[in-house]
Each structure stands twice: as structure tokens, then as C-alpha cells.
């Protein structure tokens, strides 16, 4: 109960730092939005209609779609685009921020780490970027959780967070498992145990596959 209230205070928290981009400025039309243009053009038709690197980064935009089928003409002066994205976004943060707090208790203190699970809500990509109509949301997110699996040995669940990063954005497939290699070489210095390495490479294929697969959907 005490986490499910953490969240929600979070989402609230989250929900207000991009409250901005549902009337008062659109990430769409906004040069510093960077590609946000590109994302709601994802939510909007398809990734087929996007002829940039951004049109592979489409599970924040295709998870926003249902939220903006019920907002559209509901929202009144609110951008209903936006909307969804903001709801999917602070989802996404929220939740890294519970993670955060979760994975700094057991090291630092359950005060400390909600410290810092607000002071990385206050940073100053989290408004500007990951909730002002972009993705950077999701990977953010995937990359706590593959923290959280490393921190607790679960190494098994490498490869499905790197299907589904991947889906979230690109980029995270080879900084995932870049980080993975060099903890796992960190805990082999001590050891020198080294059967986690198929995990690591068992990453990197399915996080490929998944990248691939979605190549061939968009183009075809």
C-alpha cells in the first residue's frame, strides 16, 4: 500500500511537470521538442509515415493510443495527443522512481533513496524530454529494471527487457548490454566466474531479433 501510494504521488508529481505541453505549448510544433514531432505521427497514423530513425521507437506512442482514443474531444482545451503521451510518460517515470527508491533501501535508506527518486524527478531531462511528447520515458524505465535484475542476480530476464527496450528506443540494445558486460566482467574480477556471459549474449540476440522484426513490419 505504502508503494501504490509512493507511486501515485509520483505520478501527481509527474503529471504537473508536463502539464505544460497540454495547452500551453505543443511538443509537436516546437523546435526544441526534437522528435516529438515524429511520435505523434507515430499515435496519430503509423510508423510508416515517419522516414526518420524515430519511427522504430514506438511502444510509448502505440501504449498512448488507446489513452487518446478515450481523450479525443473529451479534453476541451487539453491537446488530447499530448495527453496520452503525458499519462504513458508519467507512467513510465513514476515507476522508475519507485524502482529507484526500492533498489537504494537496502543500500543507502528508504529517506535517502526517496530523495533521490525526487531529485531525479527534478532533473532536467524529465520535464524537458521524457515528458514533454517524447519516448526517452521507456528506456529510462527499462534501464532501472535491468539495474534491479542485475543488483538481484536475476540475469535470466536480460533478454526480455532487451525485446522490449528495444521497442522503446534503439539505443537502448547496445548501452544495455554494455553496462551487463562490464558488470558482469566487475563480478568476474572477484570470482572469476564467468557463466553469466550466455545471458549477456542471449541479450544482445533477442534484443537484435526484436529490433529486426520491427524493421520488417515498418517497411513492408
Given amino acids: 500500500m505504502r508503494t501504490l ?13 508536463g502539464y505544460p505541453t497540454l495547452n500551453r505549448f505543443n511538443p509537436e510544433k516546437s523546435k ?12 496519430r497514423t503509423n510508423p510508416k509515415n515517419v522516414i526518420t530513425q524515430a519511427r522504430y521507437r514506438v511502444l510509448v506512442p502505440y501504449l498512448a493510443k488507446p489513452v487518446y482514443a478515450l481523450a479525443k474531444d473529451r479534453m ?17 517515470c513514476a515507476s522508475a522512481a519507485c524502482l529507484l527508491i526500492h533498489l537504494g533501501s537496502p543500500l543507502v535508506g528508504r529517506s535517502t533513496s526517496f530523495m533521490a527518486a525526487l531529485l531525479y ?23 532501472i529494471v535491468l539495474i534491479s535484475s542485475l543488483l538481484s542476480n536475476r540475469w535470466r530476464t536480460l533478454p526480455l527487457l532487451s525485446a522490449a527496450g528495444v521497442l522503446a528506443k534503439q539505443t537502448y540494445l547496445p548501452f544495455s548490454v554494455l553496462f551487463s558486460a562490464v558488470w558482469l566482467a566487475a563480478l568476474a574480477k572477484k570470482d572469476r566466474n564467468f557463466s553469466k556471459l550466455g545471458w549477456v549474449f542471449a541479450m544482445a540476440f533477442s534484443g537484435l531479433v526484436s529490433y529486426l522484426i520491427l524493421q520488417s513490419l515498418v517497411l513492408e
Avoid: K, Q, V
Fill in 5 to 17: 501510494t509512493l507511486w501515485g504521488l509520483f505520478f501527481l508529481i509527474c503529471f504537473g511537470l
Fill in 121 to 143: 524527478l527534478l532533473n532536467f531531462n524529465i520535464p524537458n524530454a521524457h515528458l514533454s511528447g517524447s519516448i526517452d520515458s521507456g528506456e529510462a524505465f527499462f534501464f
Fill in 76 to 92: 476541451g482545451s487539453w491537446n488530447p495527443i499530448s495527453f496520452a503521451f503525458l499519462i504513458i510518460n508519467a507512467f513510465f
Fill in 32 to 43: 526544441g521538442a526534437g522528435d516529438a514531432r515524429y511520435y505523434y505521427e507515430i499515435l
